[in-house]
């Protein structure tokens, strides 16, 4: 394990949540209920995050929970909590965040006092990596689970977790209360691991705590159980322990003995803190090569001033600086005491290194004990939502009427004599060149694959919607005599679809909000509704199962719209065969390359042979009902921006018009560049991003992937 120290410019505009407060009061009141849709975990999936407090001023605590599920208790009241907090110590607290999700993927967070709520959400897990279950408490205060009596100083407590037998990895809460003096707690497994290390000294902590600040500490608890599924939890000093289980993981996630990494050994005697504000620990993590999530414990110390730390992937930048939400994944403020601590979980970038930041001086002590693979947490860039102030872009840039329903001015096709694709740049015969863009939205869920059709596409736009992917298929020199599954529209196809030059539209339907937004832009002349509620040409594939059979014949569609007069094909991107990228654009090979979407696992290959590049997805080659598998001669990645949906909360809504990064591959090499739209109407525009030249895609087939920014 490597460490490096660096300094971050800029670092002092970075945002953290404990910026200062605003004029009225934006707090959830005492007793009330934040609820925070999560589109990534619809079906129930366990969400993982940050949960930090602000303006705290009382006693009290937060309790997470699957929002349809009801807050959790035992007859007696709520028996679980999230993080607990003091604000006669200090307004801002905070802690991981590891709940289940309600199947609409909405969780909720009551707090007993009026605090304001910040929650960072930037991973999930599946039921293959993490299974949630009804909290399970030990406490020894109440004789719960346990004799009734305080932990003495040096003693140890053993809690039996029947679901982690066979040395599962434990999910839960620790907190301890009673403390008077400072100390800390270790968790291990009881038969298989210690909580020393080989000269005897601490391995790790778990809990870091201080009676003279207050008596309350709690941090998210992730440890290994033994065979026999017991975990047990060593104390320093005499303290009343509150464990809460709630969750244990089946696969995906590795846990190994635990490895620190320690500033304060670096100081030479100095009672300086080794880092200064805006510096960045750098930690190699062997075990995690590929982008895996790295799991530890993050701890400050000699700390004198109130700051936060903000964990990353090193090569995917400081979030913040990069387009990206602000985050940060420990609070502290050396105020009120130097040693502060929480969960560390954070995704590696591809070389498995993560890099820590600290916008004020401390030592950092980082213990790092698990990895986790897409399998057991998928990560993503962070989404936040904040009680202080707004904190997202508008879902469009077109100008809405009252009731918030965007308001295209109105379109007047384009045309131009030509004898080239617009989609691929390559030579065809007039009509077909006079054709429309048939945009059809085609599922990527697991039962509805192999596609139809999507082999022949010209270009394919993949999108994030809820925990899944949904293609975007273009269609103009084929037409295919099925494409599907089709699947339902969302509010981001809808600036995708405006620089079309009034396209073909091709969908099975939509909410209520998404078909106001549709018949406005169709209203408009943007496109050509033709919805399988209210369009002919679509059919039921018998072989398999609704709502993932509705197919659509391509050149049905495209002769019975010709009644509505769509708009000829137009280029969404420059083409050119023969670009040839100079030297300064650093250029560098590709013959292998994964990109990051939700909920499936997409890597591309460079065919020399051939010269494209084949997709795989979920381990395996990508092959369509036809046998072919899905190839591209471009595949561009672009960082959008994802905001909730304004008609549904629950749905991704990707920011397409704007600017942004994105990486194009061409030829068997990729190239850092910047994408720009200056309206819902304009085709993208990409130019490298030291030069700013304009960087053009080769002819052919192009795979654009919308993908989480930050």
Known sequence: MFITVAAVVGAATTMAPNSPVVAVDTRVPAGQVLRVPVPDAIGGKTVIGQLTVDNATTQGYVTAYACDDGIPSDGGGINKSDLNYDGAVTKVWSNRLIVQADDDGDICLYTLGSVDMIVDVNGVSFDTGITSFPNQRTDTRTGVNTPKQRLAAGGT?????????????????????????????????????????PGGELAKSDLNFDGRQGPARSNRLIVQADDDGDICLFSTRQIDVIVDVNGVTDDGITSFPNRRIDTRTNTGGSIAPSLTAGQVLRIAVPESVGAQTVIGQLTVDRTSAAGFVTAFGCDDGLPGEVGGDPKSDLNYDGAVAPVWSNRLIVQADRDGDICLFTSAAADLVVDINGVASDIGIFSFGNQRTDTRSGTRPPATTVPADAAGVPVWPPLTPTSAPTSVAALTGRSV????????????????????????????????????????????????????????????????????????????????????????????????????????????????????????????????ATSVAAASAPGQARALWTIDGAWTPPAALGATPDTTFGVRMDGVRVEWTWDPATGVYVRSQDGAAHIAASGARISARNVVEIAATHVPSPVDARSPNPITVGSGTAIIHRAGAAFNARWSRATALDPFVFRDAATGNIVALDTGTTFIHLTRAG
Request: neutral net charge; proline residues 7%; charged residues 20%.
């Open 157 to 197: 407590l053993r809690v039996p977790v029947p679901q982690a037998v066979g040395a599962k990895t434990v999910i839960g809460q620790l907190t301890i209360v009673g403390a008077a003096d400072p100390g800390y707690v270790t968790a291990f497994g009881c038969d298989t691991e210690s909580k020393s290390g």
């Open 429 to 556: 015969d007039v009509a077909t060149a006079n054709r429309p863009i048939l945009a059809v939205k085609i599922d990527n869920f697991r039962r509805a694959r192999p596609q139809f059709g999507l082999d022949r596409a010209d270009a394919i736009i993949e999108e994030n919607v809820e925990g899944v992917t949904r293609f975007i298929a273009l269609y103009q020199t084929h037409l295919p005599g099925q494409v599907g599954p089709v699947r339902s529209a969302r509010t981001g196809d809808l600036d995708l679809l405006a620089g079309m030059n009034r396209p073909v539209f091709g969908y099975s339907g939509a909410n209520a909000g998404v078909t106001t937004w549709i018949r406005s832009a169709a209203s408009s002349g943007v496109l050509v509704d033709f919805s399988a509620l209210s369009s002919p040409c679509y059919v039921r594939e018998p072989d398999r199962p609704a709502p993932h059979n509705l197919l659509l014949d391509a050149s049905c």
